[in-house]
């Protein structure tokens, strides 16, 4: 009859319990990964419902604007007041009070932006030719920018062989829908960073708005020198123009350039969890009437 050896049955003991640890410890590891995935993506689900529902609630502000018997858009009106650290009551309470996510943590940024603020690239485009009333805003800007002329030809021909399409002989560019394709379109990285905050890109041919367009896009679009401009921009802020001729500028008023009312806003939207995450997300609102869409979102 074989005797166990002292100490076998003890390291037996031991590395069972040792497995039973091992298989206890991967279970919960586990069971706190499959949490952690669900709640990130119960928090994805609903950061992009919060998302979404942020610009149905700007467009409906922009529309409550329209529905207003005014003939004119600048920035002391409701639309134009950003929305900062804004808790979106009721939400998230029944997540909250499930998941014990800290209530104080979810906020909220809403900027809406008068996208006809900026000089609309499209105008460069008139039927199968450049622009002959928009290309000197154009030469206007860039030199205002330092950027070199020749990127402007460029630019100009690339969006001219963009919207004929198939019918211009040769591989054509495809029309940019953002600021952010300038790139393909001619301009260096560079120049099209320099660029990027003066311009707009938007469906037709559209005036710059004078109640609400920062100082490059005025002087280029009325030709002011940089005094006058200020001057202007003053006087708007003491009394928004209702109408071109409220701007005092005489015979450079033009309206196939300026006006002072608009029917395209863009919204930036920003929601914060505490540290956990960010998201982000732009959108352009097209109004007509009383009827406001959603052009692009991203």
């Known amino acids: 009859m074989i005797k166990p050896r002292p100490g076998v049955a003890l390291l037996s003991a031991l590395l069972t ?3 039973v640890i091992a298989l206890a410890s991967h279970a919960l590891w586990q069971g706190r990964r499959t949490v952690t995935a669900e709640s990130a993506a119960r928090d994805a689900v609903a950061g992009r419902w919060l998302l979404d529902s942020t610009i149905v609630w700007a467009a409906q502000r922009v529309r409550e604007d329209g529905l207003l018997a005014t003939s004119s858009d600048h920035l002391g009106e409701p639309w134009a007041q950003p929305v900062r650290n804004q808790a979106p009551e009721g939400v998230w309470t029944g997540r ?19 996208a006809q603020t900026r000089i609309n690239l499209l105008n460069l485009i008139e039927g199968a030719s450049i622009s002959p009333v928009w290309m000197p805003v154009f030469i206007r800007l860039f030199e205002q ?21 198939t019918a211009q002989a040769g591989p054509a560019p495809l ?30 041919r559209l005036g710059l708005n004078l109640n609400t367009a920062g100082l490059a896009a005025l002087r280029a679009a009325i030709d002011l020198p940089e005094e006058a401009a200020r ?15 409220d701007a005092g500028l005489s015979d450079r008023a033009d309206p196939a350039l300026h006006t002072v009312s608009t029917r395209f806003f863009e919204v930036v939207v920003q929601v914060r969890a505490g540290s956990r995450w960010t998201l982000h997300s732009r959108a352009l609102l097209q109004r007509q009437g009383g009827e406001v869409r959603v052009l692009w979102r991203a």
Do not use: C, N
Not at 176 to 204: E, N, Y
Not at 233 to 245: S, V, W
């Open 145 to 165: 920018l330092g950027l070199p002329r020749e990127e402007l030809d460029r630019l100009s021909l690339s969006l001219l062989r963009a919207s004929a399409g």
């Open 231 to 245: 001057s202007l921009i003053a006087r708007r802020q003491g009394r928004p123009f209702a109408t071109l001729a």
């Open 17 to 19: 319990l040792g497995l």
């Open 96 to 114: 909250q009070a499930a998941a014990g996510d800290d209530a104080q943590a979810l906020e909220i940024d809403i900027t809406i932006e008068d």
């Open 175 to 204: 029309m940019p829908q953002r600021v952010d394709d300038l790139p393909w379109l001619g301009l260096s990285l560079t120049s099209a960073a320099v660029l990027k905050p003066h311009p707009s890109v938007l469906p037709g």
